[in-house]
């Protein structure tokens, strides 16, 4: 069995023998994409304005699947994906600002809120556990039943119990460690919502925010490990879950989006991918923190800012598909590396590698049409919630 070491800086695989003591499973240092549809509910404007928004969420979300392949199955690749999960809270953090600020200072319960997201978010949740704990299972297990049984319970309520038994915080399946925080920042933003802030104090706590965060990747060594790799790591997550969110969220107050001149969607693109996959070696903690308060706010804003009123089904299907790639890909990929550990290379890792990538968006695709979406809308017909 092998295990990623998340030091800052090294993607080094582990033996059997190292890890002992350790999580059994391989890491991951990213979190779902958040939901972009219906952002424009209420604002006049027409969905296609932010369409540019799904398709570089897709984009991240598949960046990363590459990465966890690059660690599960050993190849090396350049990529600096971990980055993304913070490009993703700013989605967030603007997507809901600018689908319910205005809703909730009209009257929408916060428990109402909470229940959409709730919605939103736990059907594939759901779905991400039972294959985490299938892919812990079979051949063998990598780790003792209890543990298992642990993780999976932790895993359903979204609670850090890995971390009381050895092991990452969400090491059933990883990427779970993200949805913990988001569901943490939507119960914040639910509830300060409707408070008229002044705008110095929002800037005052966007500054010390992005202080907490310097001092965070200062002392992990990058922003890797932080959410999930131990208790510090994962305290450190409600910093960098605070300062990436709380940035979406004054995106779209201070019409920072607008403000700006349209920009050619190549732009926020290529500066995105730049991020992801810097193709040389950088360090880890000062690349991180530029890049989370600097850069990548900018990509948020800028690509908000791209005009177009084309239909683009591929960008909005890019979209659509993320959260359920993202969600389902690490057990899939961990199930492919155990196939090939197995056949002791009898197929050529190249293959296997095609076909579990294959197979991960294939699977992703079969979850979303077939059991997200209709379970969703049934849930929403149920409690009232569209």
């Not at 990452?168 to 914040?188: G, K």
């Not at 997550?237 to 004054?250: D, H």
């Not at 290529?270 to 900018?298: A, K, W």
């Not at 196939?339 to 197929?347: A, E, M, R, Y």
Request: glycine letters at 8%.
């Amino acid at each position: 069995m092998q295990r990623l070491d998340h030091r800052p800086g090294e993607e080094r695989l582990l033996t059997t023998a190292d890890a002992l003591g350790h999580s059994a499973f391989p890491g991951a240092a990213y979190t779902g994409p958040t939901d972009a549809q219906g952002l424009d509910r209420g604002t006049g404007q027409t969905k296609d304005r932010f369409i540019f928004l799904d398709e570089l969420r897709g984009i991240a979300a598949l960046s990363v699947v590459l990465l966890h392949a690059s660690q599960l199955f050993g190849f090396r690749l350049t990529s600096q994906a971990s980055l993304a999960v913070d490009f993703f809270f700013c989605l967030s953090g603007f997507v809901l600002a600018n689908g319910y600020d205005q809703k909730l200072r009209s009257g929408l319960l916060n428990r109402v809120f909470l229940r959409k997201r709730a919605v939103r978010l736990y059907p594939l949740i759901v779905v991400g556990v039972a294959l985490g704990a299938f892919a812990a299972l079979v051949p063998t297990p990598v780790v003792p039943l209890t543990d298992i049984f642990v993780l999976t319970v932790g895993a359903l309520l979204l609670l850090p119990l890995g971390l009381l038994v050895g092991q990452d915080a969400f090491a059933i399946n990883n990427p779970l460690w993200s949805l913990c925080f988001e569901m943490v920042a939507s119960v914040v933003y639910g509830s300060a919502a409707r408070r008229n802030i002044h705008f110095w104090f929002e800037i005052a706590i966007l500054v010390a925010m992005a202080i907490a965060l310097f001092h965070v990747v200062t002392i992990e060594g990058g922003i890797g490990p932080v959410g999930f790799a131990s208790w510090r790591a994962f305290l450190g997550g409600f910093v960098r879950v605070g300062f990436s969110f709380l940035a979406g969220v004054l995106i779209f107050r201070w019409n920072i989006n607008h403000r700006i001149r349209a920009v050619p969607p190549q732009i926020p693109f290529f500066v995105l991918v730049g991020v992801l996959f810097i193709p040389f070696p950088v360090q880890g903690s000062m690349y991180d923190f530029i890049c989370i308060t600097v850069v990548l706010p900018v990509v948020v804003a800028s690509a908000a800012a791209v005009t177009s009123y084309e239909k683009r089904p591929f960008a909005a299907y890019l979209g659509q598909l993320s959260y359920p790639v993202y969600i389902i890909h690490q057990p899939i990929i961990r199930l492919g590396a155990q196939f090939q550990t197995l056949t002791d290379g009898f197929i050529p890792w190249p293959i296997t590698v095609c076909c579990t990538l294959f197979a991960a968006v294939g699977v992703a695709h079969i979850f979303y049409v077939c059991y997200d979406a209709p379970v969703r809308a049934y849930l929403g017909r149920k409690f009232s919630l569209n």
